[in-house]
């Protein structure tokens, strides 16, 4: 398992990144952790529909993520991995209309490469295949990163993408950040197979596993895949080993299932801690500079948050006009009956 | 400042009404944004619910073990800042289902009354509105001397005391409890239950418990009494399947068990609990005592998981530590039987003639006359007895 950064915030290996990027990298983290502690407690108020943490697996996404060059390469999520998609670029103001369920943050701004999120398990791998597939076809310096969790791996999609993208060679990452819980499904009862990695041997590329709560270790290994992928060699499987500290959805109360020796165990291993005490004990930042930081996040998501309730309220006819390119004409009479009767 | 009163949120997934667990924040306390108010428990959930803003909770508008429906309204905050609307503008305005609210409350106008829940429950009582009465206590708040004032005063404590007939302390069924009158009244109303009553030498089988204790003490381990009983039980039940089954009214038919799951019934302090020894026949006696006491410990100790709880196929339960004698039990649907023992004394029997003393234990055999008749019903005493004054074949 590739690893830079042990739990204690020790460093093993050279740190593949200049520190200013590192503190940038831990900065999105952060901003990703206390949007998602904001986003529970407004959902908890009425605030928000039912959402989806990633408390604890910031560094599997924006590690991910740093790897990328957000001009040319595209980000394919799953719903779990804000944090790294706030380093691609999604917009913060967005991300909380994502949680209203305000339909135009489905809406990927024109400049960001990115598709939407997909609530389906596994079902934006084939999307991402194809359109790495196509990079390829219109010679695009492009790569694509598809983010999916263990229970993707058991999605009939999940074998399709992975054995479509070893054969056309599709320039693909495919990161499976083994949370260790399908819900309430552990990785045990989920495969047979010893690890998840290993599973990229029977499509004909190759399999990482690395530790998916160190920022380094994850930045490192995709790197690597992009640099594979670029060179026209082809997809590679990453599983990033994190854990899911928080919660499956709003609608999930994990003390129902989770051991809780296992959650404390792992709230040993969380990667923003281990990013702090890194961070302070090479110098690059003191105690007073990270709550600097943390002031900062507060800020950035009261602003953001405040921006976000001052959106519109959609037209319903909004709906009638986003699904297809053009509308089609079933659709196009479902409008002019709305538009004459309204929701009625 | 700004009165805003909360409603319960959809916290769930088209959630239609929460019960209160637990109230984190008292009337006339100052919370900050995000602070939580109240526990709330779902069917799937305990969450905590926080506060939209700062300022402080003036009013709590339902009691712990109240049910309250999704857009009721659960407390009023004296908010700092004015909060904006808060989602879910379409839910509909619905009552807080309070335990003994018999009687239509009183219109309680007031919306700034400050009244602690049991307050306001004792003036839902006593019929006086609260909106009248003058608080005696820091900052306007009513006490429940002032109701019991103010309903002097209106004579309207005629109310109360006049009608002995619904009078008394009433409890409302909870959780465990909950469930045990739901299980119970389901056996009793749809089973027809048989019992037969059986008095069975224990001498042997409370040597071999002893012996068994001591050799599991010495070596730093425990072998609780239950652990013999649950072997008893799952031997029977090998020898006799039709009682490790369950009956499937809808489809009509007798389902036979592979596995022989034994729940063990455990007094909990919160009632009734029977965890489930999964496989019970197939464990080696050490493993059997290591699981009898894991599942009895999690129950007592309110940490038994799901698990421990479902896929029992029969059930004992073991009054001895009670000094139960005999008695009858209910089954616990959807299984077929259970069998009770009670405590092992010594009685005077006949032996071959003369009068002599002998542990006996009480046991009492209860089947579903629907799927056994009675004479596998006393086959299947007769090999618990057998297994009990022969133990020999329970050590292995």
């Known amino acids: 398992m590739v690893r830079y950064l042990d739990q204690d915030g020790e460093l093993l290996d050279d740190q593949p990144m200049s520190d200013e990027l590192a503190l940038e990298g831990y900065r999105v983290m952060l901003r990703g952790r206390r949007f998602d502690e904001r986003c529970v407690s407004l959902q908890r108020q009425g605030r928000m529909v039912t959402l989806a943490p990633g408390i604890g697996q910031e560094a599997a996404t924006v590690g991910a993520a740093m790897a990328l060059d957000p001009k040319t390469d595209w980000f394919v999520p799953q719903y779990r991995e804000l944090a790294g998609q706030l380093w691609h670029g999604y917009p913060l103001r967005l991300a909380f209309l994502w949680h209203v369920g305000h339909p135009i943050a489905f809406q990927v701004p024109d400049d960001l490469k990115m598709l939407p999120f997909q609530a389906a398990i596994a079902g934006q791998l084939p999307q991402a295949v194809g359109l790495a597939w196509g990079l390829r076809l219109k010679h695009d310096p492009g790569v694509v990163l598809a983010v999916f969790g263990d229970g993707g791996t058991s999605q009939g999609d999940f074998h399709e993408a992975l054995n479509l993208a070893g054969v056309m060679k599709a320039p693909v990452m495919f990161l499976c950040q083994n949370n260790g819980w399908a819900i309430s499904t552990t990785v045990e009862h989920q495969t047979a197979s010893a690890s998840l990695a290993q599973k990229a041997l029977a499509y004909g590329f190759p399999g990482v596993q690395c530790d998916g709560n160190d920022l380094f270790a994850v930045y490192a290994t995709v790197r690597d895949a992009v640099a594979r992928a670029r060179a026209g060699e082809g997809p590679t499987l990453i599983e990033a080993m994190t854990y899911r500290l928080g919660l499956h959805t709003t609608a999930d109360d994990p003390t129902r299932y989770e051991p809780r020796e296992m959650h404390e165990m792992w709230v040993d291993r969380d990667p923003l801690r281990r990013m702090q005490i890194h961070l302070v004990s090479r110098g690059v930042v003191d105690r007073s500079g990270l709550e600097r930081i943390e002031d900062e996040v507060k800020e950035e998501l009261r602003v953001a948050w405040d921006e976000a309730q001052k959106e519109p309220a959609p037209d319903p006819a909004y709906y009638f006009g986003r699904a297809y390119a053009s509308t089609s004409q079933r659709l196009g009479s479902q409008l002019s009956r709305f538009e004459r009767k309204g929701l009625g | ?396």
């Open chain 2, 1 to 396: 400042m700004s009165k805003f009163e909360f409603r319960l949120p959809d916290i769930g997934e088209g959630l239609a009404e929460a019960e209160v667990g637990k109230w984190l924040v008292g009337v006339g306390d100052r919370v900050v944004e995000d602070q939580p108010v109240v526990e709330m428990m779902t069917d799937k959930a305990a969450v905590e619910i926080p506060s939209p803003g700062a300022g402080i909770v003036v009013e709590q508008r339902a009691a712990e073990g109240d049910v309250v429906k999704t857009g009721a309204v659960l407390y009023v905050l004296e908010a700092d800042q004015p909060i904006g609307a808060v989602g879910h503008a379409a839910a509909p305005r619905a009552e807080v289902r309070s335990e003994g609210a018999a009687a239509p409350a009183p219109s309680e106008s007031g919306g700034g009354v400050l009244a602690p829940p049991a307050v306001r429950k004792l003036a839902r009582e006593l019929g006086v509105d609260l909106a009248r009465v003058k608080g005696s206590g820091p900052a306007g708040r009513i006490t429940a001397e002032d109701v019991q004032r103010q309903a002097a005063a209106a004579g309207a404590a005629r109310a109360a005391p006049a009608s002995p007939a619904d009078g008394g302390r009433r409890v409302r069924l909870r959780g465990v409890q909950k469930r045990m009158a739901e299980t119970m009244s389901l056996s009793a109303r749809s089973i027809p239950h048989v019992t037969g009553f059986h008095e069975v030498d224990a001498g042997h089988f409370v040597e071999l418990a002893s012996r068994l204790r001591r050799a599991a003490e010495e070596r730093g381990g425990r072998f609780p009494f239950d652990t013999l009983l649950v072997r008893v039980a799952a031997l029977a039940l090998r020898q006799h399947p039709i009682f490790n089954a369950s009956l499937d009214e809808a489809a009509g038919e007798i389902v036979m068990h592979d596995d022989v799951n034994v729940g063990v019934a455990t007094a909990t302090r919160e009632g009734l609990i029977v965890p489930v020894v999964k496989n019970a026949d197939t464990l080696d006696l050490e493993e059997l005592a290591a699981e009898v006491d894991r599942v009895a410990a999690a129950a007592r100790d309110g940490r038994a998981t799901l698990a421990d709880l479902q896929g029992g196929t029969f059930t004992i339960s073991n009054t001895g530590a009670w000094r139960g004698g005999l008695g009858t039990s209910l089954i616990r649907p959807p299984e077929v039987a259970i069998v009770a023992f009670g405590r092992v004394e010594e009685r005077a029997v006949v032996r071959e003639g003369q009068v002599v003393a002998r542990p006996i234990m009480p046991m009492s055999v209860t089947f579903d006359h629907r799927v056994i008749d009675g004479e596998q019903g006393l086959g299947f005493a007769l090999t618990l007895r057998g297994l009990i004054e022969g133990p020999q074949d329970l050590h292995r």
